[in-house]
T-cell receptor
């Protein structure tokens, strides 16, 4: 099956800093989603992005499907950005998401 | 417009008991997916259902686990004779179309603890 690798696994930032999270996948994908799992465990949809670039406030994402990676940018980070960020892909004929292992982000005041 | 609703949020069961987890999809969604998240890990796919049909159960353990999505009512994930290794967070997701064609939305999860 497909390998979905996220880096870095852990990241500590000071409030106000910017960061880039990366998601690499080992095979062609049909679509991709980014999620934020907050400290209470809730999964929040960030982006649904098979290709190209999307922006939502301080967050933006870029997927380059031909090169098999996606990036999530967080600018001017806030303590509420803390949690785990997952990318998840659809590939082949699978009709369910395959998740990466996540990037754990801690934003310190 | 309610999102995906899961209940209970927390469930404690003794070894050997049965656990029933419920999921009501978003309004207008007829595709339901169950995932399991072990501590400090990502989510792993278990089963994909449409109304009254199991479409893909390739991630379900062969024994003790079953799922249904009846014509009326929520989807149910049932775990019989629970063991400590079943302790995890179980998430349900729904979408309006199956597969990669639309965005999947997740519920808040049910955290199962087996004592």
């Amino acid at each position: 099956g497909i390998q979905v690798e996220q880096s870095p696994p852990d990241l500590i930032l000071q409030e106000g800093a910017n960061s880039t999270l990366r998601c690499n996948f080992s095979d062609s994908v049909n679509n991709l989603q980014w999620f934020h799992q907050n400290p209470w465990g809730q999964l929040i949809n960030l982006f649904y992005i098979p290709s190209g670039t999307k922006q939502n406030g301080r967050l933006s994402a870029t997927t380059v499907a031909t090169e098999r990676y996606s990036l999530l940018y967080i600018s001017s980070s806030q303590t509420t950005d803390s949690g785990v960020y997952f990318c998840a892909v659809y590939y082949g004929g699978r009709r369910a998401l395959t998740f990466g292992s996540g990037t754990r982000l801690q934003v310190q005041p | 417009n309610a999102g995906v609703m899961q209940n209970p949020r927390h469930l404690v069961r003794r070894r050997g008991q049965e656990a029933r987890l419920r999921c009501s999809p978003m309004k207008g969604h007829s595709h339901v997916y169950w995932y399991r998240q072990l501590p400090e890990e990502g989510l792993k796919f278990m089963v994909y259902l449409q109304k009254e049909n199991i479409i893909d159960e390739s991630g379900m353990p062969k024994e003790r686990f079953s799922a249904e999505f009846p014509k009326e009512g929520p989807s149910i994930l049932r775990i019989q004779q629970v063991v400590r290794g079943d302790s995890a967070a179980y998430f349900c997701a729904s979408s309006s179309l199956g597969g990669e064609n639309t965005e999947a939305f997740f519920g808040q999860g049910t955290r199962l603890t087996v004592v």
